[in-house]
């Protein structure tokens, strides 16, 4: 079964982040602009990107089901999602010679953050329920 508000949620966090970065790349994370506006440029980049995906996927497990083997396929939709959205985001402008790389290690980085924050998100969930 597809989990489609992980994989929407996964899209728009995606899609936030990338804004806030092209908002602020010259100012936080790229001050000398020597890159073009794209998480994986800068260091900064990624871990702000990290960082926004583990709290998305910290939302999607928390509204999710509540076994953890449910959490980890709630957190690979919502990576999906992430993905889909960094796929369309790098294909509307120049893609570049290495895309496939650059989605591979986005790809990893989005499911490795979104299975975590799911994990995360759903064992929150879980202990404030008992508690």
């Not at 928390?62 to 999602?81: H, M």
């Not at 759903?122 to 008992?130: E, P, Y």
């Amino acid at each position: 079964m597809i989990r489609w508000r992980a994989m929407v949620l996964g899209a728009l966090t995606f899609l936030v982040a990338h804004a806030i970065l092209l908002a602020g790349w010259t100012t936080w994370f790229e001050p000398d602009g020597a890159h073009a506006a794209w998480f994986l440029n800068s260091g900064r980049g990624v871990a702000f990107t990290i960082v926004c995906l583990i709290a998305g996927g910290a939302l999607a497990g928390a509204i999710g089901r509540a076994a953890a083997a449910e959490r980890i396929v709630t957190g690979a939709a919502f990576a999906a999602g992430a993905v889909i959205a960094m796929a369309i985001v790098l294909f509307s402008g120049d893609a570049g010679t290495i895309f496939p790389i650059v989605l591979c290690i986005g790809a990893a980085i989005a499911l490795v953050s979104g299975v975590a924050g799911a994990l995360a998100g759903g064992a929150l969930r879980q202990a404030m329920s008992k508690g």
